[in-house]
């Protein structure tokens, strides 16, 4: 794995650079097996530092989004995906298109599934946004905390009383990188139908992966997982936004099989 020691860039094509990472060991830790995962969603990579070569030899530059379904095999490390898209360039290609298809036959084959991939140019003025989420903040809730390890039993919820729909987020989700130990900071949003979770005990658990170790991806399948067995939603969804790192920001987004209340583009460029 090239996370967490010295690489050599390269700058012209190299596919072999893509490091992808079973998902199954993390997911054994929660116990979501392959065979019946109790949630549907996609990976959403947005990549801000893309450049290849025209034919003329003239750079060409993008931002580029992959769509990775959420019952892929495999994710791809990260900087392995950033010394990939480096790999470009000083490689030659005909057309946008082209560059566009190399990459997603590319992804696709170290996920072991198909990999929707967008490509825009700068050129164009590609507008990028980003806003607040529709519904409850938790983070001016006061209360103490000294909980820095994910706590599942913070989760709680209160049965008997009438069932409510509501999306709750916060913008206090950091974890840590697995292997570097490198701080990850996003946005959680929490979106449920069933009885009112404890809205203080949320937040606690959100905060508790302060010092946790853990990918983006394994981190938004835990919580999904934590609060789906703790309260049992009838209806959940789990999607977190976190901050770009390396010119690559990771999105995932979890949710309950026909729960999915918002499309790919809603998700992670929620529009004031």
């Not at 560059?99 to 198909?114: E, T």
């Not at 001016?140 to 820095?148: P, Q």
């Not at 302060?210 to 209806?235: A, G």
Request: proline share 7%.
């Amino acid at each position: 794995m090239p996370l967490g020691r010295p690489v050599a860039y390269r700058d012209t094509y190299a596919p072999e650079l893509l490091f992808p990472i079973p998902r199954q060991q993390k997911r054994d830790e929660i116990g979501v097996r392959a065979d019946a995962l109790p949630f549907a969603g996609f990976d959403i990579w947005n990549a801000y530092e893309v450049s290849w070569l025209n034919l003329r030899g003239k750079p060409v530059v993008a931002l580029a989004r992959f769509i990775v379904p959420a019952d892929s095999p495999c994710l791809i490390e990260s900087k392995s995906l950033k010394l990939y898209l480096n790999s470009l360039n000083q490689s030659r290609y005909a057309s946008l298109d082209e560059v566009r298809a190399q990459i997603a036959r590319d992804l696709s084959a170290a996920n072991a599934a198909a990999v929707e991939v967008e490509l825009v140019s700068l050129s164009v003025g590609p507008a990028r946004h980003f806003g607040v989420p529709q519904g409850v903040l938790l983070d001016e809730l006061d209360i103490d905390i000294d909980t820095y390890q994910p706590a599942p039993d913070l989760l709680a919820c209160r049965p008997g009383e009438a069932e409510v729909g509501e999306t709750l987020y916060s913008h206090l989700l950091k974890s840590n990188c697995l292997v570097t130990g490198q701080p990850d900071w996003g946005t959680v949003v929490v979106r449920y139908q069933g009885a009112p979770i404890d809205r203080a005990g949320l937040l606690r658990y959100i905060v508790s992966f302060r010092k946790h170790d853990e990918f983006h991806e394994q981190c938004v399948e835990r919580i999904f997982s934590d609060i789906l067995r703790q309260c049992q939603p009838r209806q959940l969804s789990v999607w977190a936004r976190y901050t770009r790192r390396g010119g690559l920001d990771i999105n995932p987004y979890r949710a309950t099989h026909g729960a999915q209340w918002l499309m790919q583009d809603q998700v992670f460029e929620v529009r004031q």
